[in-house]
């Protein structure tokens, strides 16, 4: 991505939009890189897998490509980011055939899903139920 100064601006504060220069300068400074997923998405932990005395364990980051979205993170990636594993995933992972393909979070969106009756959709009168009875208080 070119480096506008807009862009650099964005950098010293947007955390939703790539990496801060606080982020890029510790991945630099005391990271090393792990892997990559299919999405770009790049993994990190501390050099030599050193132990953080304040964890207890070393401590592992993503770096998003593009937009932060951590739903994101395949699962794989997800078992080695929570240390549910120390393997870190070659790329092997097959999905269940019950597994649908990513979809990125629309929560805030106007993609965002509403159930029947809430107020938020298109039409908010037609989906509730004949037979509703409103709760009042007594």
């Known amino acids: 991505m070119e480096q506008t100064p807009l862009r650099r601006l964005i950098q010293a504060f947007a955390w939703w939009d790539g990496t801060t ?3 890029s300068w510790t991945t630099w400074l005391r990271g ?7 999405f770009g998405n790049r993994y990190f932990r501390t050099k030599g897998g ?3 005395p304040a964890l207890g364990f070393e401590r592992r980051w993503v ?9 994101s993170i395949p699962p794989g990636w997800y078992r080695w980011m929570h240390h ?3 393997a870190v995933p070659d790329g092997s992972y097959q999905p269940r055939e019950w597994q649908k393909p990513h979809m990125p979070n629309k929560t805030g969106t106007p993609e965002a899903y509403h159930p029947q009756g809430s107020i938020l959709r298109p039409d908010p009168g037609a ?8 709760w009042t208080p007594e």
Not at 127 to 134: E, L, P, R, V, W
């Open 84 to 86: 549910l594993g120390d």
């Open 21 to 23: 220069w606080g982020t």
């Open 127 to 134: 989906a509730i139920s004949k037979g509703y009875d409103a």
């Open 50 to 52: 050193k132990i953080d």
């Open 63 to 71: 770096i998003y490509k593009g937009e932060t979205d951590a739903s």
């Open 32 to 38: 090393e890189s792990v892997g990559e997923d299919e």
